[in-house]
Every structure is written in C-alpha cells, then in structure tokens.
C-alpha cells in the first residue's frame, strides 16, 4: 500500500510505515523513474487516495482482503485452482471441472452437473458472522432440477451456513 500527499510518500507494508520517499509528478509502476531495474513480482491494487491515511485506516484496508479469491481462470484443468487471498488455500478437486473456458472477464470453470466439484478445505477464518459473496455464473439453459452453485458448512460438514442455488425455470 502507497500512501501520497502532495510531495512526499509513504509505503506501507501489512499495515506498518515502512519508509518516506519524495512524491514524482509520473506514475510508474513495475519500472523505476531514473533507469532503476524492473520490478519481478507481484502488484495488485495499487490505489491513491486525495488524503493521508492514518495507520488504523490503512489496516481496515487491508482487512477488507477477501478470505478467499477464487478467479477460477486457469488455463488447464490440475486438480487444484488458486486462492489469491492472503491465507492461499487453493480449491482442490479429483473430479475436477473443465478449465480454461470463456468467462466474463477471462477463462472460467466449467462444470458438467455430474459429478465436477471444487472443494476449499476449512480454515477457523471462515467462520464469520457476517460476509458477501460475490460470483459470476452462466447458466446453460433447460434446468429441471435444483443446481447447487457453492454451499458453506460447518467444520464437521453438517449445518450450511450458506449456499447459492439454481432452480428450475
């Protein structure tokens, strides 16, 4: 997380300052403003905001990294499908569904509403008393039967704390 204001920077790293730059009128990212090396790594959510943020602020930020970020855009079906969330607990599967299909933004899971499943093995930050979920389906078309989409529930597989269902049309 980079914090701006006017003419000087801050980096923040898990919620703690980590150093003061000076601010530059241009924007880089991945590739330094004085012929410095390229960056080799990782970079999401690069933000800048119109006010200095004090450190509480900037770990309710980092506490709204989801629990679990499945993309689900693979290119090849093999058996496991990542979790970009903090905690990286992948979605495994020995009857997995078909990867690399069109999605809505990039490729998608295809299940074949025989036996493909993705199944996210528990972890304690699961556990929540309030969450969203958001998702991207397509549905084919000619439902006869209720089609379960994904369903959380309790450490022991018993008592769905939610689940997200299709019904016949």
């Given at each position: 997380q980079a914090v701006a204001t006017d003419r000087s920077c801050k980096?923040?790293?898990?919620a703690i300052a980590q150093l003061d730059t000076l601010a530059a009128s241009?924007?880089?990212?991945?590739?330094?403003?004085?012929?410095?090396?390229n960056y080799d790594g990782e970079l999401d959510e690069f933000v800048?905001?119109?006010?200095?943020l004090p450190a509480a602020d900037v770990q309710t930020w980092m506490d709204q990294a989801p629990l679990l970020?499945?993309?689900?855009?693979?290119?090849?079906t093999s058996g496991s499908f990542m979790d970009d969330s903090p905690l990286g607990n992948p979605a495994v599967c020995t009857t997995c569904p078909e990867a690399g299909t069109k999605g809505q933004m990039r490729e998608a899971a295809l299940f074949d509403a025989?036996?493909?499943e993705l199944q996210v093995f528990y972890d304690p930050?699961?556990?929540?008393?309030?969450?969203?979920?958001?998702?991207?389906?397509r549905p084919r078309d000619g439902r006869t039967l209720r089609e379960p989409i994904i369903a959380k529930r309790a450490f022991d597989?018993?008592?769905?704390n939610f689940a997200l269902e299709l019904h016949p049309s």
């Open positions: 980096l923040w790293t898990n241009q924007v880089q990212l991945g590739r330094g403003l004085h012929g410095a090396s800048v905001v119109r006010r200095h970020n499945l993309h689900l855009d693979e290119d090849e025989a036996d493909d930050s699961y556990d929540l008393d309030e969450f969203s979920v958001a998702l991207w389906v597989g018993t008592n769905e």
